[in-house]
């Protein structure tokens, strides 16, 4: 179903750590995550990420390839690990900066993930629709990116949560903004602060999963339901300019947010961020050993935080 495209490899400091191909048969761009040491957004992933973002908004929503031009017209944000989306912010990090009190470190992340996030929203600010594909666990930040996109498909197999609270903190960089938009106040503050994974049905039932699929299917979903949008393509662009139009989310909003979230990490005290340790422990497990990494989040919910 897929054309045959070259795989863009984007600059960073170290390796890439996203992977892009261009469709050129249905003029979709995609975005493959691959980032190390563990599949989290480390710095050099949001600037790989970043670039992807640039090519699409400074080419206004044109690209060249293979010598010519080709319009943009679907944006896609996956995982090269078909079991894990993305476990979310560098917790490492956040660490080091609550230890140090280090705020303008954690402003500075909130800020370069808002800077994704945003034109991902808004749709890069061009003629095109952006879509996540949620293969395996999407937590934290993971979700959040996921949530940022016009369309969330995930397999059914797909667990999605916030589990910050856990630790006392709130997802900062859009969970609530996004939520909010799309479901209400109320659901999105029931996701946000129970901590609960959710399976990717539970997800689709509440109406923030936009397409299931069954495992091993995903990439297949994603290009039947563009076949679909793509016959009305015109209306249904306009119909998501409208709808972001009607309760918009600004980058102002997002960046106020960020703040707070920053704020409140600097409030966290010792037993908290052992939580939060115990939590990057049980990601790091689960991605080492094959396990999923839902089963160390509902054991660290079961033990509610204790010594």
């Not at 957004?41 to 390839?65: E, K, M, P, W």
Request: a neutral charge.
């Amino acid at each position: 179903m897929q054309a045959t495209a070259e795989v863009l490899q984007l600059a960073s400091a170290t390796r890439p750590q996203v992977e892009t191909r261009f469709d050129a048969e249905y003029g979709v761009y995609w975005a493959y995550m691959n980032p190390a040491p563990r599949p989290c957004f480390n710095l050099n992933l949001l600037q790989d990420l970043r670039t992807y973002v640039n090519s699409i908004v400074n080419g206004g929503g044109a690209l060249v390839h293979q010598g010519q031009h080709h319009a943009v017209r679907y944006g896609v944000l996956a995982s090269r690990n078909a079991r894990i989306f993305s476990l979310g912010g560098d917790l490492a990090l956040f660490r080091e900066a609550i230890r140090t009190g280090n705020k303008a470190a954690l402003l500075n992340y909130g800020e370069k993930c808002i800077e994704n996030l945003y034109p991902w929203y808004c749709n890069c600010g061009v003629e095109m629709t952006t879509m996540s594909l949620v293969q395996g666990d999407a937590l934290g930040g993971g979700f959040e990116a996921a949530l940022s996109a016009t369309v969330l498909v995930a397999e059914e197999s797909a667990r999605l949560g916030f589990p910050e609270i856990l630790f006392n903190l709130f997802p900062g960089m859009g969970a609530y903004s996004f939520l909010a938009r799309k479901i209400g106040r109320r659901g999105a503050e029931r996701i946000i602060t129970s901590g609960t994974i959710y399976s990717a049905r539970d997800l689709y039932d509440l109406g923030v999963v936009d397409v299931i699929t069954p495992d091993g299917t995903g990439e297949m979903a994603v290009y039947s339901y563009i076949k679909r949008h793509a016959k009305q393509g015109n209306g249904r662009r306009a119909f998501e300019r409208a709808r972001n139009e009607y309760d918009p989310v600004s980058r102002d909003e997002l960046l106020r947010i960020v703040a707070i979230w920053a704020d409140a990490a600097l409030n966290l005290d010792e037993r908290d961020l052992k939580m939060m340790e115990r939590l990057v422990r049980a990601q790091q497990r689960s991605t080492a050993d094959g396990e999923p990494t839902t089963n160390n989040v509902v054991a660290l919910q079961a033990v509610g935080g204790g010594d």
